[in-house]
């Protein structure tokens, strides 16, 4: 399986000739989402999901499909019968050949007087690659290669340590990065390098590695 990094929270997997594509929103790159087979998103937040982008996508390849939950898939579903697929908690499906679990219900908390939205993650191939979109869920499996969001106004550098610690991956990438200056980011990889205690990673977009 090859991960490509794209901006922020989108990633890229491709496997026997086709592409995942998870989260391509509006910090990720324009053509982000172009060229993909299938394409999940987490949640409904303009940097996880771009409308625009998904139309495009979805036009651009007759054959691609959607799979998401309902607050995403009720703004684009009407536009593609049958090919955006309203998922939750505990479903699974395959989607362009990746075998995938959905985990989690809730967005992280923002602050108390902002209301919690829905997200879900994603496991995909038994644990081989687990995103959890903008929450910090914690798979009831073993997981590979965390995707790991590291810097959002939901969380801060010890909820990021603590979640590693917890899901135990072989190793994490960094991904919800695009608010991350690269001032913190020697500060961010030290850190979570030393205390996580597993392998932590970090691609610039558009590069790629074997996993």
Partial sequence: MRFTKKLHACVHLEKDGRTLVLDPGMFSEEDSVLGADAILVTHEHPDHFSEERL?????????????????????????????????????????AGFDVQVHGELHAVIHPDIPRITNVGYLIDGGRIFHPGDALTVPDQPVETLMLPVMAPWNKISEVIDYVREVKPQRAYDIHDALLTDLARPIYDRQIGALGGTEHLRLASGESATL
Avoid: Y
């Fill in 55 to 95: 139309r495009a996508a979805l036009e651009a390849n007759p054959a691609a499909e959607i799979w998401t939950l309902k607050s995403v898939a009720d703004q684009i579903a009407a536009a593609f019968p049958g090919r955006v697929h309203t998922v939750g908690n505990g479903d699974t499906f395959t989607a």
